[in-house]
């Protein structure tokens, strides 16, 4: 068949049975096609059963026709004719799909499954059971129904999983027979069997099956889903019921809304059960609250009602808007109608696309649909008398297509406007600016139905064009009904009026360092006002603190306020000049205020000077009365005006004491409040009401009060006093004879020197503020931690010791109290857990079976052997239920060992051995074990009458001399450890139980007795002396024994051996004999590191602040939301063996983690250790190396323990004592009914989903990533994942893309559609997680989400916690109750290399101690990334939990909790629970991490969310705001600043001859002070104080002595000298980020193999931000050093500079030193040629930056191309610093002589002229010459080289020029280009294309190739020596050495393989 001809298929033959004869018939094609399908029939191939491919399908069909193929695929083998009618069926609905075969992929798909129904056709037929097709089928289809009937209430795990297989075939073999029978006709009816229109045997569920064949699930038989589901389907008395059961059979309240409002079927299905789900579990709390009713009750609806409206009650409180919610007053109707109007809003919300990110919008288009909903529910009519009916009603698609299409369409096309968030801010409008257009009454103006040519919808800036209006613009009857006004919807437009674009709203993101004062301007005033404060208390000579007070003193310091009138007019002109774009959508009260807010600050900065200069001195004095300590009191005129000035202030002082009032004034509507709050805050919709408790207040206010006073302390002291008297002797020093040319010589006072001294210092005081906070954050954090019981358990011993009280603990924890009583939670001192108490027995077994759990967990990953999980577990019997534990036996090692010890050498009494052996608790306990385990086994072992009687009698003996207290009188305790020995010699025997050791056993017994009875009683044994009397024998005790003993034993019927094979016995044996052997070693158990912290840390958590869990039933309901886009699923094969980077994963994990791998062999029993080994299952090593990386597939086994803890809890709820003591591995493998509830509970209150961006396209390309993640579905079948399908649809004859949210599970091991949601367009609008997170929220479930991304763990330990942690949630704490629950985070990925080290104690250090001070007592955390819990009912009605709008909302996820916090959300953090958490471990990883953080910060800085946090938080909620945001970045910046501004200062000082002339004149003089102030600028570096916390959280978690090790270890491997390199990081991108944009995600790839990284990568990654300085600051130190040496000594000058050579070093060499295998030969050699290579290589089109120097400098100035002028003028005029080089260092010139005069700088220039000419002339003669005349280039070459020598040596003989000169030039010449190439760069939009361009282009490759071989050429030359690679791989991996790591192999692998 040829390819373009159409492919169309006869009919199939379904032949039809009658009673006389049989006749065929045509069966008539489903479409309306009326051309013949024809085809030709294959004949005579033999039918194999292979299944034809249902997975790579078109994506234009795979929705409608893949489940046809599928259930073909799975009856195949026995119903194959039913197969082909199923694959015939899917063939039609593809042809009808696309006729033309124009989608992609279509016409192949079609082909090869029109060959397949060929070659099947009468092969099939023959196979057919039936006489017609239809019959066949019939038949197929009733054999599943009547299975499906059968079994549909069975709790069997077998028949539950064919079950689901059944439905799923059944409900589409209904679908194809409904098609056969309709077009067969008549003639199939003649079979007389009718069949229904629709299946109802399955529907594709999510959680809850709602259909009628799921109504026998256990989920749908729990009371609280019986009253929900009842409530939903409660449409009793609602309008067009009647029309509706038209359309469906079994109607609800959601279809219901579906008819009337146009949503899709898939958001109905979606919304319904999500409805459902939350009544169900709000209505199970509540009905413990109250008496049991059977219906749903109220409380539970009216709770979800206030959560869900008070955003949108809010909102219409603040517009002055009467809410639309109306409720009647019948209850049971308000029930119905508090449904709809959740629904209602569930159901915009679940449609609304990137709407979702505007909460506002959201209540808009509520307020009007509500509105519209209760008009239709009590039949209003409109003015024509038509009953009111919904503006946007219609089809399915309604509300998508004519609601949220135009928004979204808006929000695209401006996103399309920031051209990638390169676009300046001001030009575009971003979520927010969207948003918040909905905060102002103008809003209304949009009406309803929506004005498409209102101005809202115009994108365009300057050709606006006219909408065509959509909808009418008639007024609605909603102004006439009951008096509302809502003008808005009757608001015409003027036809002849364009839309205008509106422009910004309400706040413009410009890109300024000014808008880190503007944000925080209170906080600047306040230290430049101190700061001024101090300069006059320290001029003053103030000898105590108190002379502030005296008269004049005082006056001056309070010239300050002229200094505050003059910020705030600053900060008033700020406000409006930034504000300007948006003044379009401002208030015009608002604008009038900025207006007014700038006149008042400019009255007050003329009024302020001039009666302070007017008034000068002028006092107006009173006395007091005699003996008053105010003494005499004196004002000015000046004073009063400042007390005037400050009445404002006072206000807010009373309004910060008494928050109540100012949050009651924020929020208020009343006029009074309204004008209060008008001056102080712009009125808009967040910020209000933000206040803290007056507790609360109280404790950061005194954190910051401490904080303030020791740093101002040390400021005064040590920066600021000891410059004032230096400073009086500069000003008096005259300097007239400068060393250059003096550009201000009438600057009177050395004012430049003062300058460079002073400056650096006053930087410094606004920096160091950042240090005495980490010093603060140390002490108050290590303080808290403390209290709150942090590290208590931090070693074994420490858990040994208090494993005792672990029971209670947990009893207390984790066992729900009785419903009358409450547990109230653990207070910080209580000691409660010291025993097990009687009334705690139960929970005692409960204990014990979550511990063994806990333990199987471990040994599951690896984590322990299986020796150590026998040691670790407690043995679980019944005697558990009586109080009785036996501990387990790492506890016991070595007691009865030592218990012998002491017993064999005893002397005294009884008793004292007694008391001896219960010191130790655990010694006793396994003595006491032992000996009953003895006596249990030989009463078992032994079964002869005889040998029984014997030992019976022995045993009561011993008992009868330890009642009387004369055991070591009547037994020789020396005997005991020969007893031992033996004991041991049995019992290994008996665990052996091999029958060919009858006889051992039996000479051991013999043994045993003959020690017990001939050495060890003293006075002999009665029971034998008994016998001998018995048996009548007459002679000694010695011939009885040698007579009875041989015999004893002997017989086969003495003993029972091998013991009976039970499982409790064996266990009993095994431990017995553990605790016998196990000696010393057990005290290390486990062995493996995580596997102690994680058990530590679980026992530490027990005795925490830990809220009393509540019942599984009763727990609120919880999902977990993981965003992924293409990072790894599963480590492949291919992966695992791969050697890209010279070692391979699968090589690399066991040699990093040796134990878990010997562990892995151990536990799926493989002998051989090779990877390749046909013991190790391919799944098996594949899984055990992703859970070792940071993979999806970890996360998900992590996220999944949730689940496993959800069923063990309900099980521990549920079961009876019977049940535990069976165990919960048995319950669940039982397959009985209580498994069954288990799994219904853990659904209903646990959902994991996965937003898997890319998996649509990924199953359509066949990409292993899709199967992968099918298979954890498969693996997880509580998994699902929501991914976003884009396929071409054909409309009216065109293609178009359709965008679609879907949801699927695995179901018969394929993935399942349950949900599709039709989208706008693309959702990838903004930054790209947040949009992936957006479009996967509405299918997550519960009252809580939690944010998780893929590179977490989780553990099973933590997961039983997950009840008591939300339980927080229902805590009110202060003022508020919790909305972001933050928790902590363990970092799992430093445990190899030391960067990777280091970044894991820097990130511990930030997610422990200083979360925890953030959120207690500064209150102000936010959401981190990190694992926090969310309200999640808060965050849909209020944006979401991240924030997406381009570039801006970068660093999206601290978004969610500024805007969490804005809006009055509360932010906790929680330390008892923990999720492991990946970080990057290469430096190039980190330093990517590290920009990218930058780059977030740099536009959190611009942002409104910080402008408005630091606006209204109270002045010392601020400080902390800012110093824990962008204040750390900002003064990181100052601090590097800092340094260049120093060394600058020293340049101008030593340049100038400044610095000489004081230093001389200091000596002439002996003033010491001058030469302490010109190197004061030398300070203590106390950037190590920044380390303060992270060394007081180890010392918290693992000792101080332990902490002050690791620190001191950490400086010894070269910390100071990676953080150092951070700082460098952090300071540049974000100084560049705010001054010029550029801010962009940098995928760091988390690899976790530490590789090479070439010389040419980290060029690229380092040369702007880290080298470049470092060369400038190198330079710097070399000038200084030059021109100091003739009048200033070398240590002043090491002390001075030791900090800045460390750092320009660092910033130099770290990538190198911190680069493995950077020392080795072979390697500098390739990377030696791989630069050259690419610093000559042409960019171009398609060239990466990688290959080409060129491409890579075009990128690396991207940031430049979209920069504003300002930011343009500011980088030239950063430029022009290198031109002082120039022109300081020709003044020193031996060729210049003494001369002064500007006309030797502007010869310099004539210098760098004549060396730009000749390059530029080799460069024309090497383009003009060097091809056909090489000689004549050659000779001109030497010419000029010898011209250029002649002028040296000429200068030099007749100017005198000096060697020393030309190594000047060089320092003078080189800056200079640099700046010339900056300010190229700068100005590149005027010169490109020009030979000014190319010359910028040619001189920047040739300082990169300079800088190169500068860089280089020290490395190459340490390579030489051997020592220094192995010095580099000790100090890079000595953790990994400590650990006793094979690093060595790796490396040396890295080498053999490559």
Not at 98 to 111: I, L, Y
Not at 199 to 210: A, E, G, M, Q, T
Not at 1036 to 1056: D, G, M, Q, W, Y
Not at 1243 to 1265: A, M, R
Request: hydrophobic share 40%; with cysteine; net charge neutral.
């Amino acid at each position: 068949m040829s390819s373009s001809s159409e492919i169309v298929v006869a009919e199939p033959f379904y032949e039809c049975a009658s009673s006389s004869s049989s006749s065929s018939y045509n069966r008539e094609y489903v479409s309306r096609d009326t051309r013949p399908f024809t085809r030709s029939i294959t004949y005579g191939r033999d039918y194999t059963a292979e299944p034809f491919d249902s997975e790579k399908l078109p994506v234009t069909l795979v929705s409608e026709i893949q489940r046809f193929l599928r259930v073909a695929n799975l009856i195949e083998f026995d119903n194959p004719r039913v197969a082909y009618i199923c694959r015939f069926h899917a063939f039609e609905v593809a042809h009808n799909l696309d006729r033309n075969s124009s989608g992609r992929g279509v016409r192949q798909f079609k082909t090869s499954l029109l060959q397949r129904l060929e070659q099947d056709e009468e092969v099939t037929i023959r196979k057919r059971k039936e006489k017609s097709d239809i019959r066949e089928l019939k038949r197929v289809f009733h054999y599943y129904k009547d299975y499906i009937i059968k079994h549909g209430g069975d709790c069997n795990l077998e028949h539950r999983q064919r079950l689901i297989k059944y439905r799923a075939i059944a409900s589409v073999l209904r679908e194809v027979l409904d098609t056969v029978t309709n077009a067969a006709g008549s003639q199939a009816l003649a079979d007389g069997d009718t069949v229904r229109a629709k299946s109802d045997f399955y529907v594709p569920y999510n959680i809850l099956p709602l259909d009628q064949g799921g109504v026998h699930q256990a989920i749908m038989q729990l009371p609280e889903i019986k009253f929900s589901v009842a409530a939903v389907r409660n449409v009793r008395g609602l309008p067009f019921i009647e029309d509706l059961k038209r359309r469906v059979a079994h109607i609800d309240l959601f279809d219901w809304l579906q008819f009337c409002f146009g949503f899709q079927k898939g958001n109905i299905s979606n919304q319904r059960e999500h409805l459902i789900l939350l009544l169900a579990n709000t209505h199970i709390r509540q009905s413990n609250k109250q008496a049991h009713v059977p219906k749903l009750g109220d409380g539970a609806l009216d709770d979800l009602m206030k959560t869900f409206f008070k955003n949108y009650t809010e909102w219409c409180k603040f517009l002055e808007r009467k809410s639309n919610i109306r409720l009647p007053y019948l209850k049971q109707e308000a029930q119905q109608y508090k449904i709809l109007y959740i629904g209602l809003y569930l159901l915009i919300w679940g449609e609304a696309a990137n709407l979702r990110f505007m909460p506002e919008c959201l209540c808009y288009i509520f307020h009007h649909m509500a509105y519209e909903l209760h008009s239709m529910l009590i039949d209003a009519v409109s003015m024509t008398g038509e009953k009111l009916m919904p503006a946007y009603g219609g089809d399915s698609e309604s509300f998508l297509k004519n609601i949220v299409s135009p928004i979204y369409k808006v929000i695209q096309e401006e996103a399309m406007k920031s051209n990638n968030g390169t676009t300046d801010h001001s030009k575009w409008r971003n979520y927010d600016d969207l948003n918040e257009y909905f905060w102002s009454p103008e809003c209304f103006q949009m009406g309803w139905p929506m004005r498409q040519d209102h101005d809202f919808f115009c994108v365009n800036i300057k050709e606006p064009k006219l909408k065509k209006a959509q909808a009418p613009t008639e007024t609605t009857e909603e102004d006439n009904w009951e008096g509302n006004a809502d003008e808005e919807t009757g608001a015409a437009s003027d036809e002849g009026r364009k839309p205008k674009w509106l422009g910004k709203t309400n706040f413009v993101e410009v890109r300024s360092f000014l808008q880190i004062f503007r944000s925080f301007d209170r906080m600047w005033s306040f230290l430049i006002l101190s700061l001024q404060a101090m300069i006059m208390m320290a001029s003053n000579d103030m000898e105590s603190p108190l002379q502030v007070f005296d008269t004049h003193i005082l006056e001056d310091v309070m010239s300050i306020f002229i200094t505050s009138a003059v910020l705030k007019l600053i900060q008033a002109v700020l406000d409006i000049s930034f504000t300007w774009n948006a003044r379009c959508t401002m208030h015009s009260s608002q604008l009038k205020k900025k207006v007014l807010k700038m006149v008042v600050a400019m009255i007050w900065t003329i009024i302020l000077p001039i009666l302070y200069s007017s008034s000068s001195k002028k006092f107006t004095c009173y006395s007091s009365e005699y003996g008053s300590w105010l003494g005499e009191w004196c004002y000015s005129p000046y004073m009063v005006a400042v007390a005037i000035y400050l009445l404002t202030n006072a206000l807010d002082l009373i309004l910060f004491l008494v928050p109540a009032i100012g949050r009651y004034i924020e929020t208020s509507n009343f006029r009074i409040c309204t004008i209060l709050s008008w001056w102080t805050q712009p009125r808009l919709y967040v910020g209000r009401g933000m206040q803290e408790s007056q507790l609360s207040i109280l404790k950061y206010t005194l954190f910051w009060v401490l904080l303030l006073l020791s740093k101002f302390s040390f400021s005064y002291n040590f920066e600021i006093k000891p410059l004032i008297a230096p400073t009086r002797q500069i000003i008096k020093i005259g300097v007239k004879d400068y060393e250059w040319h003096e550009l201000f010589p009438r600057v009177k006072s050395n004012a430049g020197a003062i300058i460079a001294i002073w400056t650096p210092i006053i930087m410094v005081y606004f920096m160091d503020i950042q240090i005495w906070y980490s010093v603060f954050c140390a002490i108050f954090g290590g303080f808290y931690g403390v209290l709150h019981h942090i590290g208590e358990i931090r070693t074994l011993g420490m858990l040994r010791s208090k494993f005792q009280a672990l029971p209670a603990a947990f009893n207390h924890c984790f066992i729900p109290p009785p419903v009358k009583s409450k547990r109230s939670r653990k207070g910080l001192f209580n000691n409660r857990f010291q025993k097990v108490s009687h009334t705690e027995k139960n929970s005692l077994v409960k204990f014990v079976l979550v511990w063994n759990q806990i333990i199987s967990r471990i040994r599951e990953e690896d984590l322990m052997s299986n020796k150590e999980v026998d040691l670790m577990k407690i043995p679980f019997s019944p005697e558990l239920l009586s109080g009785k534990i036996r501990w387990p036996v790492f506890l016991l090692a070595n007691k009865v060992s030592v218990a012998l010890c002491i017993a064999k050498d005893f002397v005294g009494k009884d008793a004292n051995l007694l008391r001896k052996i219960k010191k130790d608790d655990y010694m006793y306990m396994s003595v006491m074990e032992c000996y009953e385990s003895l006596k249990n086994i030989l009463e078992i072992l032994v079964v002869g009458d005889l040998e029984r009687r014997i030992i019976s009698g022995i045993v009561d003996e011993i008992e009868e001399s330890i009642g009387r207290s004369s055991l070591l009188e009547d037994l020789k305790m020396s005997i005991l450890p020969f007893l031992h020995v033996k004991l041991i010699e049995m019992v290994e025997l008996l665990v052996e139980g091999d029958e060919d050791h009858h006889v051992k056993v039996v000479k051991v017994l013999q043994d045993i007795l003959e020690i017990v009875t001939n050495d060890m009683m003293l006075k002999g044994s009665r029971t034998l002396n008994a016998l001998n009397t018995d048996r009548e024998i007459e002679a000694e005790s010695t011939e009885l024994f040698s007579n009875v003993v041989p015999e004893l034993f002997a017989s086969k019927h003495s003993i029972h051996f091998p013991l009976p094979d039970s499982n409790p016995l064996n266990e009993q044996i095994k431990r017995f004999l553990m605790l016998l052997t196990i000696k010393d070693t057990a005290l290390d158990i486990p062995s493996n590191l995580e596997a102690r912290r994680r058990i530590s840390f679980f026992a530490t958590s027990l005795f925490m602040d830990i809220p009393t869990a509540p019942k599984v039933r009763n727990m609120l309901s919880f999902s977990v939301l993981t965003p992924h886009y293409l990072e790894e699923v599963t480590f492949s094969t291919k992966e695992l063996h791969s050697s890209q980077e010279g070692v391979s994963i699968s090589f690399y994990m066991q040699r990093i983690y040796p134990d878990e791998w010997k562990n892995f062999l151990e536990r799926i029993g493989a002998e051989d250790s090779d990877d390749r080994s046909d013991d190790i299952k391919e799944e098996d090593l594949r899984n055990w190396a992703s859970y070792r990386g940071q993979t999806l597939s970890r996360t998900v086994r992590g996220m999944m323990y949730y689940r496993h803890a959800l069923k063990l809890q309900a099980f521990l709820d549920m079961a009876e004592d019977d049940d535990i003591i069976q165990g919960y591995d048995a319950i669940e493998r039982g397959n009985d009914t209580l498994s069954v509830q288990l799994d219904a509970l853990a659904d209903l209150k646990f959902t994991h989903v996965i937003s898997c961006q890319l998996f649509g396209s990924q199953k359509s390309t066949g990409h292993t990533q899709a199967q992968d993640i099918l298979d954890l579905m498969i693996k997880y079948p509580s998994l699902r994942v929501a991914y976003v399908e884009d396929k071409e649809e054909i409309m009216t004859n065109k293609t178009q893309k359709v965008y679609s949210s879907i949801l699927v599970k695995a179901v018969n091991g394929f993935d399942q559609e349950i949900y599709r949601i039709k989208l706008p367009g693309p959702p990838n609008i903004g930054e790209g997680k947040p949009e992936n997170q957006n479009h996967a929220i509405i299918f997550t479930r519960g009252e809580a989400l939690q944010a998780i991304d893929m590179n977490q763990d989780n553990y099973m330990e933590e997961a039983f916690k997950m009840r008591n942690v939300l339980q927080e949630f229902l805590g009110h704490q202060g003022a508020h109750r919790p909305t972001i629950l933050g928790l902590r985070e363990h970092i799992f990925t430093g445990s190899v290399s030391s960067l990777a080290w280091f970044m894991s104690y820097q990130e511990t250090s930030f997610v422990t101690i200083g979360q925890r001070i953030l959120a207690n007592p500064l209150r102000v955390r936010f959401h981190y990334g990190h694992p926090d819990l969310f309200d999640r009912v808060f965050h849909l009605t209020r944006g979401g939990i991240s924030k997406a709008s381009k570039t801006i909302n970068l660093s999206e996820d601290v978004f969610a909790g500024y805007n969490t916090t804005l809006r009055r959300g509360y932010v906790t953090y929680h330390e008892y629970m923990q999720v492991g958490k990946g970080r990057d471990v290469g430096l190039n990883q980190i330093s990517k991490f590290e920009a990218k953080v930058a780059n977030g910060n740099s536009e959190q800085t611009i942002s409104r969310d910080i402008y408005r946090l630091g606006r209204r938080f109270d002045f010392f909620r601020m400080l902390s705001c800012y110093f824990t945001t962008t204040g750390f970045y900002f003064s990181s910046l100052i601090s590097v600043i800092g340094i260049y501004v120093f060394l600058y200062g020293q340049l101008y000082l030593v340049l100038s001859g400044l610095e000489k002339a004081i230093l001389l004149e200091a000596k002439i003089q002996n003033i010491q002070s001058l030469q302490t102030a010109l190197a004061s600028q030398s300070f203590i570096q106390l950037g190590l104080l920044t380390g303060l916390p992270m060394v007081m959280e180890i010392g918290l978690q693992k000792g101080f002595l332990t902490a002050l090790k690791d620190f001191v270890l950490m400086q010894l491997q070269l910390a100071a000298v990676f953080f150092t390199f951070n700082l460098g990081t952090k300071s540049h991108y974000y100084g560049r980020t705010i001054l010029h944009g550029g801010a962009k995600y940098r995928p760091t790839g988390r690899k976790f193999v530490v590789f090479h990284s070439s010389f040419t990568e980290n060029y690229r990654l380092y040369s702007r931000s880290h080298f470049m300085k470092g060369f400038e600051l190198l330079l710097l130190l070399v000038v200084y050093d030059l021109f100091r040496k003739s009048y200033r000594s070398s240590m002043a000058y090491v002390l001075i500079t030791y900090a800045v050579w460390f750092l320009s070093l660092t910033w130099l060499f770290a990538p190198f030193l911190f680069n493995p295998s950077g020392f080795e030969w072979g390697k500098i050699v390739d990377d030696w040629k791989d630069w050259n290579k690419w610093i000559k290589q042409q960019g171009g089109m398609g060239i990466q930056q990688d290959k080409s120097w060129q491409s890579w400098w075009y990128d690396e100035q991207a940031h430049l191309r979209h920069s504003g002028l300002c930011s343009r003028m500011i980088e030239i005029l950063l430029s022009l610093r290198f031109f002082l080089y120039q022109y300081g260092l020709v003044y020193h010139l031996d060729i210049s002589g003494q001369n002064k005069n500007f006309i030797v700088y502007l010869l310099s220039w004539v210098v760098i002229i004549v060396i730009f000419l000749l390059i530029k002339g080799v460069k024309l003669g090497r383009y003009y010459l060097s091809d056909n005349h090489q000689l004549a280039f050659r000779l001109s070459k030497v010419v000029l080289f010898l011209g250029v020598v002649g002028t040296i040596m000429a200068l030099s003989f007749v100017c005198k020029l000096s060697l020393m000169d030309l190594i000047v030039c060089c320092l003078a010449f080189l800056p200079t280009g640099w700046g010339l190439i900056l300010i190229g760069q700068a100005v590149r939009p005027k010169i490109e294309g020009t030979a000014l361009w190319q010359f910028t282009r040619l001189f920047a490759q040739a300082y990169d190739y300079g800088m190169g071989i500068i860089l280089f050429a020290p490395i190459a030359c340490l390579a030489w020596l051997p020592i220094i690679s192995a010095f580099q791989t000790r100090f890079l991996f000595n953790e990994a050495f400590s650990r006793r790591l094979q690093i060595q192999p790796i490396l040396a692998g890295k080498q053999r393989r490559k």
